[in-house]
């Protein structure tokens, strides 16, 4: 069901229930890392997802293996957030 009144809540929910799933079944793994290996944790992890994002367009394919465009960007925007909450967690330090 799209959401008529702000089309964004749909996929900003559908991510929120993800990052959630995740959480739930790894810990909080990502804040993990990051307090054991830095800020660097995030870039890589983002650096991962854009060069996916440009291996599926070079090859023209929406979806290689189990991974699509959709999941890599859903995965992009998961990270974002994932490394927005750390930095708000941590800000006084």
Do not use: C
């Amino acid at each position: 069901m799209v959401n008529e009144s702000n089309p964004f809540k749909d996929y900003t929910n559908h991510l929120a229930e993800t990052l959630q799933e995740k959480n739930d079944a790894y810990g909080d793994s990502f804040s993990k890392s990051l307090d054991e290996d830095g800020l660097l944790v995030l870039k890589i992890r983002l650096g991962d997802k854009l060069n996916r994002v440009s291996s599926l367009i070079k090859k023209d394919e929406l979806k290689e293996n189990d991974e699509s465009l959709e999941d890599t960007l859903l995965d992009l925007a998961g990270y974002s957030i994932l490394g927005l909450k750390y930095l708000k967690e941590h800000e006084n330090e």
